[in-house]
């Protein structure tokens, strides 16, 4: 379904700081449903795969590092318009905007605290990335 569903990830960092149960409540509260739930370790291998865009940039060592660094959750989330609507909801990667979950719960700019899909063709490739077809209630 196109336009409705996002991939978010839940990062190392906010789950170390024990920010899950706020940041979980500020999605829901926004009114963007959970169709698919998993706690998960990123392996190296699965990491630059879900950033090989980035590869070479500057950033690209620390943040691959970053998120084999702990668990992460990952969650599919259902709303109208929910890859916009959410990047709006966690804020900018640089200088997020007052009162976005990047801008409460992250310690740095690689140390962000949440993942968003960036257009509907990434959210479904990362949608599949981590999810089978049979984990995804409808409901
Ligand atoms: P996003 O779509 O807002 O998550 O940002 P990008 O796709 O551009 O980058 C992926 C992730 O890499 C970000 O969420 C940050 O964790 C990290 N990152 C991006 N840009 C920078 C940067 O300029 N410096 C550092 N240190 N980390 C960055
Ligand atoms: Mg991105």
Redesign the pocket.
């Known amino acids: 379904m196109a336009n409705n569903r996002t991939l978010t990830m839940i990062k190392p960092d906010a789950i170390e700081q024990g920010n899950t149960g706020a940041i979980i409540q500020k999605i829901t509260n926004s009114g963007f449903k959970i169709i698919a739930l998993k706690l998960t370790k990123l392996t190296t291998e699965q990491a630059a795969e879900f950033?090989g865009i980035?590869k070479g940039k500057?950033?690209y060592d620390?943040?691959i590092d970053?998120m084999i660094s702990g668990p992460i959750i990952a969650a599919i989330l259902e709303k109208k318009n929910a890859v916009d609507d959410f990047r709006a909801l966690i804020g900018?990667?640089?200088d997020p905007a007052e009162g976005t979950i990047r801008n409460l719960f992250a310690s740095?700019?690689?140390?962000?605290a949440v993942?968003?899909s960036?257009s509907d063709e990434n959210a479904n490739i990362e949608c599949a990335f981590h999810f089978n077809e049979n984990e995804i209630i409808d409901y």
């Open positions: 950033y980035h500057k950033f620390e943040l970053f900018a990667t640089v740095s700019v690689t140390q962000n993942h968003g960036d």
